[in-house]
């Protein structure tokens, strides 16, 4: 047990358990970076609570020196809001995928982030289901061929972060996994955030879907491939930041400063708190090849928390009722007998 003296390092958080992820699978270095983050945040280990549902990400548990529980298939939000609500003095996280939490898991999801409970969700994104082998998820990309779509998904694939922006949670960021700086900073930001928030971690599938995010990933496309956000700053992009984002007829457009016209004003400016989410909703749609993949912190703005209320509630209802007796509360009204 550690104390609340105690200097926490990245090893306080390795459980000594063995790591059982393919090489070269992008969770290694999300829980690297996990591992670096909780010793910053002053919280000990057994103060903290990682869940999980069912995948490859949901091994997650195990690598980490902290409580945890390994849930069901798409429950760990459920899980992890009934944690909260017992004992809000616990940090508790959930730790989904593309597939555990954007199918099976969508509704669960969607009420944990719409109730802004205070716990961290961490959404990995390989684009494919991993564990199970190879069949498309629900962020496929539309003609994506696998074991369960040999002639390629005709489905459209959802996109978390617009999910998220429109269950209203109130922190939304996205990192790609092969940026280990700036992974490490919004999860750091994630973790300080008072309410539900929601990172997809982008990340690749060495085994299923190597290659998925290349574009990202490869250093010499970066400066076209990636828009980083920042609050207050104007959204660029390109070499020497000669490009930019605006929008025109409520739609995106590239704003490029080397060519004649363009004004530098059309660029817009990011503001993650903004109370109306559709500036960043806008950001979030950019996809290539037309638009760079907008990383950051879309949304970071405070409203009260569902566990806080909660509480507060029930120490309402006590002090206008008295302490309630479950044993009378059972024995109340018609009882039936069973012989």
Wanted: with cysteine.
């Amino acid at each position: 047990m550690s104390t609340a003296t105690t200097e926490l390092t990245p090893k306080d958080f390795r459980s000594g358990q063995e790591v059982r992820w393919c090489p070269g699978c992008g969770d290694h270095t999300i829980l690297t970076q996990v591992r670096k983050v909780l010793p910053t945040l002053g919280v000990p280990p057994e103060k903290i609570v990682f869940v999980s549902g069912i995948g490859c990400s949901s091994r997650f548990p195990y690598y980490v020196n902290t409580y945890g529980f390994h849930g069901i298939h798409g429950r760990a939000p459920s899980i992890a809001m009934g944690i909260k609500c017992a004992n809000p003095a616990l940090s508790v996280w959930v730790v989904t995928g593309d597939g555990d939490g954007l199918s099976i898991g969508t509704n669960h999801l969607i009420h944990a982030m719409r109730r802004n409970i205070d716990i961290n969700i961490l959404l990995f994104n390989n684009r494919i289901y991993g564990l199970t082998k190879g069949q498309y998820s629900p962020t496929s990309e539309f003609g994506t061929r696998s074991k369960s779509s040999p002639w390629g998904s005709i489905e459209q694939p959802l996109s978390p972060i617009r999910m998220a922006l429109a269950a209203e949670a109130t922190f939304v960021a996205r990192a790609v996994y092969a940026d280990v700086a700036h992974l490490g900073i919004v999860l750091e930001a994630a973790a300080r955030h008072k309410g539900v928030s929601f990172v997809e971690i982008l990340q690749n599938c060495s085994v299923f879907n190597d290659g998925a995010y290349t574009n990202l990933i490869d250093r010499s496309q970066a400066e076209d491939s990636r828009v980083h956000l920042e609050h207050g700053q104007p959204v660029r992009f390109g070499a020497a930041g000669r490009k930019g984002i605006g929008q025109r007829n409520m739609a995106p457009c590239v704003i490029d400063l080397d060519q004649e016209g363009s004004d530098e004003r059309e660029i817009l400016i990011h503001d993650t708190r903004a109370t109306s989410p559709a500036l960043a909703s806008l950001l979030a749609s950019l996809e290539p090849p037309a638009f760079p993949t907008a990383l950051g912190i879309f949304r970071d703005v405070e409203k009260p928390t569902y566990d806080a209320l909660l509480t507060s509630r029930a120490a309402e209802v006590v002090a206008k009722k008295g302490q309630g007796d479950l044993d009378q509360l059972l024995q109340s009204g018609t009882v039936f007998e069973v012989r």
